[in-house]
Structure formats: C-alpha cells, structure tokens
C-alpha cells in the first residue's frame, strides 16, 4: 500500500499525462488543418503515447489499493505557428514533463516507496527518449532551414510512426 502523499502525486501525475495527451491531440489538429497529414499522425500517436503513460499510473494506484482521481483538464493553449514552433514547444512541454517525474522519483525515496520508486525509474527512461526524439526533429527542421520540400519530406518521415497500443498497462511500452 502506498502512502497517501504518493497516491496524490501520482493523481496529479496522471493530470499532467493526460494534459499531456490533449495537448499532442491539439497539436495534431493544427498540423492537419495545415495540410501537414504525416505530421500530424506523429502528433497523434504521441497522444496515444500520453494516454498510455496516463494509464499506467492509473492501474499502477488500482494495483497499490489507492484510488484515482480524475481531475479537470486544461484547455492546451497552442501559441506555436510553425512547424519549428510546434516541436520547440514539444521540447519544452517534455522538460515540464520530465521535471515532474523527477520530483515524483525524489518523493517515492524520500518516503522509501520501491516499488513506486521502480515505476517511476522506467518513466525517467521514457522522457530521455522524448526529450531526444523532439531534439532529433528540430535538428531537421534545423538543416533543412525554410526549404519547403524539406518540410515535405519531414511531413513524410514523420507520417511512418506507428505505435501498437498494449492491452496491459503493466507491460512496457512497445518500441516504435
């Protein structure tokens, strides 16, 4: 059984997660609006990503005897206006992301939670992969500078992700 300042972080964690989630659906909105499908469908299976990290918080409590609670989730308020613009908010909204899960790390050893502290551990990995994979993206965006067709084959490239969602949210995250 978890304590009760470890259940409320992980709440408020998986509000963050699913915040997470609406915001790459807005995002993905905005790309296909633009005309930017393949983009657009990266977006979107980073939703699916979210909604999955939400998740495993979630049956994470339920396992743990602690119950979840689901609070509001805030309108994403999208500000970028280029494609450039959309993954340096990725970027940044994926430091917010990864700084949360440390300070949720830093309480489950101070309050010695292992098995909390070892959920937590495989959420650390998965936000060095997001952090590099938007870092990745922008360095594209770099080289290619204002070429259109490099937006193109960006639009292309990014439209090949996939992502199989599992069934069971103790399993690990699939590789894509």
């Excluded at 930017?36 to 469908?41: D, L, S």
């Excluded at 908010?89 to 309050?111: G, M, N, P």
């Amino acid at each position: 059984m978890i304590s009760k300042k470890v259940a409320d972080r992980i709440n408020l964690q998986i509000n963050r997660e699913t915040f997470s989630a609406y915001l790459y659906m807005a995002m993905s909105a905005h790309m296909s609006d633009d005309g930017y499908n393949g983009i657009a469908k990266w977006f979107m299976t980073q939703y699916h990503e979210e909604m999955f990290h939400s998740m495993k918080f979630y049956q994470y409590l339920v396992d743990q005897g602690a119950k979840p609670v689901l609070e509001q989730i805030d309108k994403p308020a999208i500000k970028a206006k280029t494609i450039k613009e959309f993954f340096e908010a990725t970027l940044e909204h994926e430091k917010f992301v990864t700084a949360s899960i440390r300070e949720l790390l830093e309480l489950a050893i101070s309050e010695k939670d292992y098995a909390t502290e070892n959920l937590v551990r495989w959420y650390i990995d998965e936000q060095a992969e997001e952090e590099k994979n938007a870092i990745e993206i922008l360095r594209n965006i770099e080289l290619m500078g204002d070429s259109k067709h490099g937006l193109f084959m960006l639009n292309i490239e990014l439209g090949k992700r996939a992502v199989t969602i599992p069934l069971d949210y103790t399993a690990p995250f699939p590789a894509v």
